[in-house]
């Protein structure tokens, strides 16, 4: 998974995690997911 700022990371379990305390919000993450699971939401 690819993050500039390294929010993503695979836990424990297997499965990538973001950490909201270095996210950005910028969606390159989104647009870079092969299998489009990511999407981003505003709130």
Known sequence: ????????????DGYPEVD???????????EECPVKCISMVMT
Request: charged share 15%; glycine share 18%.
């Open 20 to 30: 909201e305390n270095y996210c950005k919000g910028c969606g390159i993450c989104a």
């Open 1 to 12: 998974f690819f993050c500039p700022e390294g929010a993503i990371s695979i836990g424990e």
